[in-house]
Nanobody, 116 residues
């Protein structure tokens, strides 16, 4: 059994910052890729950023230069630092991990709302 606990969402004004955290626990002996996705109302879920076990990262074009993904392997935690937030960043943000032999698990989601 694997659990993902997300935190850090909330309401912020445009131009502000938030930091999301996602901690994995349970029957995990290896965390592979970790990622953040988001889903805005009426839209499909999209990949925001991902980070491999070795630390290499990828970002969607819409967040490059504003968001930073990082991980603490000792804490089984992935972070998403979001700066210069825009109203179009409003969405439910989901953590996603690939662990052990390629299993995938999703977090419950955390709401991020950016007011103009």
């Amino acid at each position: 059994q694997v659990q993902l606990v997300e935190s850090g969402g909330g309401l912020v004004q445009a131009g502000g910052s938030l930091r999301l955290s996602c901690t994995a626990s349970g029957s995990i002996f290896q965390l592979n890729n970790m990622a953040w996705h988001r889903q805005a109302p009426g839209k499909q879920r999209e990949l925001v950023a991902s980070i491999r076990s070795g630390g290499s990262t990828t970002y969607s074009d819409s967040v490059k230069g504003r968001f930073t993904i990082s991980r603490d392997n000792g804490k089984n935690t992935v972070y998403l630092q979001m700066n210069t937030l825009k109203p179009e960043d409003t969405a439910v943000y989901y953590c996603n991990v690939n662990y052990n032999y390629g299993y995938i698990h999703w977090g419950q989601g955390t709401q991020v709302t950016v007011s103009s």
